[in-house]
């Protein structure tokens, strides 16, 4: 016979004490190492708020929610972890595999599961999760988890968890519509101030392969992937970007971010690619430099809605050129473009490559401040660049 439970409410401060079902005593074994106790690894769950709700009830449906958690525990613990219901109420969780922050979210989530199914509701899941400070042979003491910083780990712990299966889709290969398989992936490439010649942010660098050799594409053939596919590539490489942003462990001014006009000519990849960019936001103490390919045959009232809508997310508004020879030009006054960028493609000489680049500085500085020259052969070229009008490059690799 089960004896009755007293209501886990306490001050923050205070410890809560719960007499044991007899008989439970033996099990606790594996619950009193003074070392998973003093290090936070046992916690304690309270179904209290599943009681009080069924009242009267109680009696009858304790039974059935002892089997619902029993189920749900050994569905959801990994081998070496451990769970005992000492009361009626009253359920011990050991973790021993995980951080103590880590053991404590675990025993929220599963908690929330349980209320979830007889309440219709979690509200109260925060406040019934226990750190537990001693077990006895008849009694546990438990102290209250500060439920402000608790939810603040599980929002925490949930964002990190989404970051990963976000980034495993980003990477993992996918068939196109054309019916190759793609991969992307993303460089980090250092963002050099032209005039000053120092490195003032960096650029989330799109590489995309494809094929059975897994050949890295050229633009143009990026370029041709119909808009389901550029948004997915899109999509990819910001995703990787920002995860190896955040693996360096330090911020940095600005970061350019890359987008196709194919991505922003709908609803939906919009908004994937804002939602993105208020995530790249967090990585750069300035800003984000958003960068938009494809732009040479985009219509321009379209192009224009498009920049302004990412216009408010950004430093300013960059538009790279794939292909040159296509641009009319005086199309791309009034969209809101600040700044016009080239990938540098590969020449035999010096002089060939400055050359290059001082043509297309002068043709980009007719509709926009700012000239941005990606995959710069060395840094030996940039006061020469600069003479030549443009204002920002990239090294390549």
Not at 354 to 376: E, P
Request: proline content about 4%; overall charge negative.
């Amino acid at each position: 016979m089960t004896q009755p439970c007293q209501t886990l409410r306490h001050g923050p401060d205070e410890v809560a004490t719960r007499v044991l079902t007899a008989g439970v005593g033996e099990a606790l074994a594996g619950f009193q190492d003074p070392a998973l106790v003093h290090s936070g690894q046992v916690n304690l769950i309270s179904l209290d708020a599943v009681a009080e709700t069924f009242g009267s009830r109680w009696t009858l449906q304790a039974m059935r929610v002892e089997k619902f958690v029993e189920r749900l525990l050994t569905r959801e613990l990994a081998p070496g972890d451990g769970f005992l219901q000492v009361s009626p109420t009253d359920v011990l969780i050991s973790l021993p595999g995980r951080e103590p922050e880590a053991a404590q979210v675990a025993c929220l989530r599963y908690l929330r599961q349980v209320l979830q199914h007889f309440l219709g509701s979690s509200a109260r899941a925060a406040e019934s999760v226990y750190g537990v400070i001693s077990v006895d042979s008849d009694r546990v003491e438990a102290r209250p988890l500060d439920t402000a910083e608790l939810l603040s780990r599980e929002q925490a712990a949930d964002l990190e968890r989404e970051r990963e299966a976000a980034l495993a889709r980003a990477t993992e290969p996918f068939i196109a519509s054309h019916g190759r398989k793609v991969r992307v992936a993303c460089a980090l490439e250092p963002l050099i101030n032209l005039s000053t010649g120092a490195s003032i942010g960096l650029r989330l660098a799109q590489h995309v392969h494809g094929g059975t050799d897994d050949a890295l594409l050229s633009v143009e053939a990026v370029s041709a992937f119909a808009g389901i596919d550029r948004q997915r590539v899109d999509w990819s490489t910001v995703i990787h970007g920002l995860a190896q942003h955040r693996e360096r462990g330090q911020q940095t001014p600005t970061l350019i971010v890359s987008m196709s006009y194919a991505s922003l000519s709908s609803q939906r990849g919009r908004t994937e690619m804002v939602g993105l960019l208020q995530q790249a936001r967090q990585h750069a103490t300035l800003g984000v430099i958003c960068e938009v390919s494809g732009v040479e045959g985009a219509p321009h009232a379209q192009l224009q809605e498009a920049v302004a809508i990412i216009r408010p997310l950004s430093l300013f508004v960059v538009g790279r050129i794939d292909s040159p020879s296509q641009v009319v030009w005086s199309h791309l006054r009034g969209t809101g473009l600040r700044g016009i960028a080239f990938d540098c493609p590969p020449f035999e000489g010096d002089a060939v490559f400055l050359g290059w680049a001082r043509a297309m500085t002068a043709k980009a500085r007719r509709v926009a401040s700012s000239v941005l020259l990606y995959g710069v052969p060395s840094i030996g070229f940039v006061s020469r660049l600069a003479e030549a009008g443009a204002t920002h490059a990239t090294l390549a690799a």
